[in-house]
């Protein structure tokens, strides 16, 4: 097997720059920060534009619309579990609810993250179709994104009703 050189080097800016967002990432993640469950809404919606406009650009066949589906539904399940992987606590004094990422929520967008980089790169090679890809990767964040919040909805509400019942 051969490798080209290019890619060698674009792989190895791509995994430099990773792992310096990876690096400053962590160092913020052992603080907890304040968690508004109103505003949780905001990134799914935003991601769903952007998902909208790539369906706009291209509409994909039958197959596509069902790769894309499955994509969504995978993406919610792993959206579900990584939400269930943010620490969440309630203030007792404050009833101020805050989150706090685990490191195994981060290497876990990590992995996705580079398995799509991988694929669209490899993708061209080997003749697929990016575009549909792109689409399907990106049908499947906005699954990640939304079941996240969602699970992380439920439950930074039931630890609010549990504080306040307590007080």
């Given amino acids: ?4 050189t290019p890619h060698l080097i674009r792989y190895g800016i791509t995994a430099l720059v990773v792992g310096l967002i990876l690096a400053l990432r962590i160092r913020r993640m052992s603080r907890a920060r304040p968690l ?3 505003r949780l809404w905001i990134v799914p919606s935003l991601y769903a534009l952007l ?3 790539l369906f706009v650009q291209a509409r994909p066949s039958l197959g596509g619309w069902t790769l894309c589906a499955a994509a969504l539904a995978i993406g919610a ?3 579900w579990q990584r939400g269930k992987l943010m620490h969440l606590s309630v203030d007792p004094a404050t009833h101020q609810l805050n989150q706090k990422a ?3 929520g981060l290497l876990f967008i990590v992995v996705l993250i580079a ?3 991988v694929g669209q790169a ?3 090679a080997l003749h697929l179709n990016v575009l549909l890809l792109t689409q399907a990767f990106g049908t499947m964040a906005l699954g990640l994104f939304s079941s996240m919040r969602v699970e992380m ?3 930074g509400k039931r630890l609010l009703e549990q504080a306040r019942a307590a007080a």
């Fill in 102 to 104: 685990s490191i195994g």
């Fill in 122 to 124: 490899e993708g061209s």
């Fill in 77 to 79: 399940g792993l959206g």
């Fill in 115 to 117: 398995i799509k980089l």
């Fill in 51 to 53: 998902v909208a406009s």
């Fill in 1 to 4: 097997m051969q490798f080209d």
């Fill in 36 to 38: 508004t469950l109103e």
């Fill in 153 to 155: 909805y439920l439950r």
